[in-house]
């Protein structure tokens, strides 16, 4: 059933963290979640005159496709969506899923291979240099982890991925000019007494550009 929330989600995604342009191409990849949310987001790139791409996992599938890879499978699978990702300006990634530890018995040469072969020149050597936006979408796993009802873990969730992050990202400027004009900093607490320096080290605003929820602001 449709939420009024993830159409506003969908827009901040769209327009605001991938800043979409008419014409681009944007991937949207999601796994576990649901069909109404992923309709709103396709929605929503063609409201910005960009074109969708869709891709539609299932983690139990992908248990499967892991369970059984291999160096050769991965370096074929990597070709076939590098190609893919190297067309598009902007991706959009949504994970849910019913289960956290679905993957906890696959072989861990499998799970490395993947990793290197795979995520590695399709996400790392492409997708990091495209428009990019990634999060997690709630679920009865996800609630069931936070002690909370799905319905009470979904409005925490919505409350805060659909704050205004523009409003947030100009906020933050204030403690961006401090953070650039400091040298010493302090931690101090029962047990604790730390002093270093970030003279020199650019600060960096999380404001809901990569990913959603956000905002924290860090040096190193």
């Known amino acids: 059933m449709k939420d009024s929330r993830m159409t506003i989600l969908a ?47 299932d983690q139990r599938v992908n248990r499967a496709i892991l369970m059984g890879t291999s160096e050769e499978h991965c370096k074929r699978w990597a070709d076939y969506d590098a190609y893919r ?13 019913s289960n956290t530890f679905e993957n906890s018995d696959v072989p861990s040469d499998n799970i490395k291979t993947y990793s290197i072969v795979y995520q590695d020149k ?4 492409i997708r990091l240099s495209k428009k990019w936006v990634i ?3 709630p679920n009865p796993s996800m609630a069931q982890l936070a002690q909370m009802s799905t319905e009470k ?23 961006d000019e401090y953070m650039q004009n400091t040298d010493k900093v302090r931690i101090v ?13 650019r600060g960096i605003k999380c404001a809901g550009k990569m ?7 860090y040096t190193a």
């Open 11 to 57: 827009e901040n995604l769209v327009n605001y963290s991938c800043n979409v342009q008419p014409g681009e191409n944007v991937l949207i990849e999601v796994n576990g979640v649901d069909s109404a949310m992923t309709e709103e987001l396709v929605k929503a790139v063609y409201k910005a005159g960009g074109f969708p791409f869709v891709e539609i996992n």
């Open 85 to 97: 990702m190297q067309n598009m300006d902007a991706y959009i990634g949504i994970r849910g899923g």
């Open 122 to 125: 399709v996400h790392l050597d």
């Open 135 to 137: 999060l997690r979408y």
């Open 153 to 175: 873990f979904e409005d925490f969730y919505f409350d805060v991925c659909n704050l205004d992050y523009g409003k947030m990202d100009k906020a933050m400027d204030a403690l």
């Open 189 to 201: 607490s029962p047990g604790t007494d730390l002093t270093f320096s970030i003279k020199g080290i």
């Open 211 to 217: 990913n959603i929820p956000d905002g924290e602001f």
